[in-house]
């Protein structure tokens, strides 16, 4: 027997918004009889991990590209650089986390801690590091040494899916 039509998507599945379809499908024998049959075909649509991403809505300008923080030279640890960031995950039971990689603050100028409590939106924010984590230095900010930062900021849900951001300082 040969299959005349088969059961295909057209657009993307997201278990997020659609979990699961039903379909009444009914078949039918290309013999001399005609003989058919109707029956439920469900379809249960497995959920995936999908990574976060960062808002950096605080970033963005009706100019282009987008400003950067800012923030004073020789700011005592604590200083808040910018706004805070969002970060949105679509997958339940998800938390994020927020860190700073340590390849574009190599001196650990800068830190970045959650805000509120764990649920959503995630919210975290920048700040200047204090002293005794960027090397003991009389500042960790010196407009003379270092006049720009591009920080890349990570966020991580609970499943271990990251996004990166760079947040220009």
Not at 34 to 61: A, C, F, K, Q, R
Not at 84 to 101: C, K
Not at 129 to 140: A, F, I, K, P
Request: charged share 25%.
């Amino acid at each position: 027997k040969k299959v005349t039509h088969c059961l295909t998507c057209g657009l993307g599945i997201d278990y997020e918004s659609v979990p699961s379809y039903t379909f009444m499908v009914t078949i039918f024998d290309d013999g001399p009889e005609n003989y058919h049959d109707t029956g439920i075909l469900s379809v249960n649509i497995l959920d995936e991990n999908e990574p976060p991403w960062l808002v950096l809505e605080s970033l963005m300008t009706r100019s282009s590209p987008p400003q950067p923080f800012r923030v004073v030279e020789n700011s005592p640890g604590g200083t808040l650089v910018g706004t805070p960031i969002v970060a949105e995950d679509q997958d339940d039971r998800s938390i994020l986390t927020f860190s700073i990689d340590p390849v574009s603050d190599p001196g650990k100028r800068f830190q970045i801690h959650q805000l509120e409590d764990l649920s959503y939106p995630f919210r975290a924010q920048i700040s200047v590091s204090h002293l005794s984590r960027c090397d003991g230095r009389t500042t960790c900010i010196d407009y003379e040494e270092q006049q720009e930062y591009s920080l890349e900021v990570v966020v991580m849900d609970s499943f271990g899916a990251k996004h990166r951001a760079r947040v220009p300082v």
